[in-house]
């Protein structure tokens, strides 16, 4: 028997993983990644470019290219945890969400925040893969003593730290309020205002759904 041998045999005596069994660890690893998180990555790549897609779906929002990881915005909720963690591929309960974002609420924004609501419900069973937020400058004080009664369930946001939200091409809520969609992976994705109806945005959410079940 060589010295190699010998020093193989030693080593799977004592426990160490063959590389073989290193080899079937990562082809396993590779594997289960792929099957947890290849559809969401799919869906995606099929919304963006209609690739398989009989329907010939358009969307109605407006895409935000390329997306913007939620870490950019630099938010946290109201008890300090930072939003980012609420998404990513290890968390096996991250969501969809609507994310409401305007400097004065006024009535443009309010809108909104009923838009988000109403749409949130009309998804019917899906309705719990979607949250919603919202980060406002200046809030009324009517909408102030509102909130409990009509927008519990939106989770407030603020700035984290002094580091202003790099926001998507085209979203300034200073001027304009908009509704972001961040997908499960925590990835600003689309954009709507008071231009589009709840049926816009409904008929879009549920086509993102249908495709994928990540979320």
């Known amino acids: 028997m060589t010295t190699t041998m010998a020093n193989r045999e030693s080593d ?24 947890g998180f290849g559809p969401m990555v799919f869906a995606t790549i099929m919304y963006y470019t209609g690739w398989l897609n009989p329907t010939g779906h358009t969307n109605n929002g407006e895409l935000v290219k390329p997306v913007v990881p939620i870490t950019e915005l630099h938010m946290q909720t109201s008890d300090g945890q930072p939003l980012a963690e609420w998404f990513g591929p290890e968390r096996a309960d991250a969501e969809w969400m609507m994310m409401v974002v305007a400097g004065n ?13 109403q749409v949130n419900i009309a998804l019917g069973k899906n309705a719990n893969r979607m949250s919603r937020a919202a980060f406002l400058g200046t809030v009324p004080a009517g909408l102030e003593r509102r ?50 109806s709840g049926k816009d945005m409904l008929k879009d959410l549920k086509h993102l759904m249908k495709l994928s079940q990540i979320g």
């Open 12 to 35: 799977q005596q004592s426990g160490g993983p063959t590389p073989e069994q290193v080899r079937r660890g990562r082809r396993t690893a590779l594997l289960l990644f792929a099957i």
């Open 105 to 117: 609420c006024a009535e443009d924004c309010e809108n909104l925040l009923y838009l988000a609501r």
């Open 147 to 196: 909130w409990t009664e009509e927008y519990s369930a939106m989770e407030r946001l603020q700035s984290q730290g002094d580091r202003a939200p790099a926001w998507p091409a085209g979203v300034r809520p200073d001027q304009e309020p908009r509704i972001l969609l961040v997908d499960p992976f925590g990835n600003v994705m689309m954009h709507y205002g008071n231009e589009h």
